[in-house]
């Protein structure tokens, strides 16, 4: 299983940034999607969670301004992130919990950095 992620980059505060990530290999079925964020100096935080049918949550501090979704047909999980702050600067990485033949196991994205400056 390999988890692919697109999206980071540079922007302005008040800018927007989307991002995604693509689950590929032997996957029966997705159970949670979500998405983390690590700034510097900082331990690793839950940004939002989506559940297979759709439920979603998310950290206090981008309610509002972040979107997750999923997509189950392209096993693929997005972050629309808008009214980016510099404090929303971080490396994200999504987590995937993949469902095999008789597995369960969660799966981390590489990372993609993105830098929101002020």
């Known amino acids: 299983v390999q988890l692919q992620g697109f999206g980071g980059g540079l922007v302005w505060a008040g800018g927007s940034l989307r991002l995604s990530c693509a689950a590929s290999g032997r996957i029966f079925s997705i159970n949670n999607m979500g998405w983390y964020r690590q700034a510097p100096g900082k331990q690793r935080e839950l940004v939002a969670s989506i559940t297979p049918r759709g439920i979603t949550d998310y950290a206090e501090s981008v309610e509002g301004r972040f979107t997750i979704s999923r997509d189950n047909a392209k096993n693929t999980v997005y972050l629309q992130m808008n009214s980016l702050k510099a404090e929303d600067t971080a490396v994200y990485y999504c987590?995937?919990?993949?469902?095999?033949?008789?597995?369960?196991?969660?799966?981390w994205g590489q990372g993609t950095l993105v830098t929101v400056s002020s």
């Open positions: 987590k995937v919990e993949i469902v095999g033949p008789s597995w369960n196991q969660n799966y």
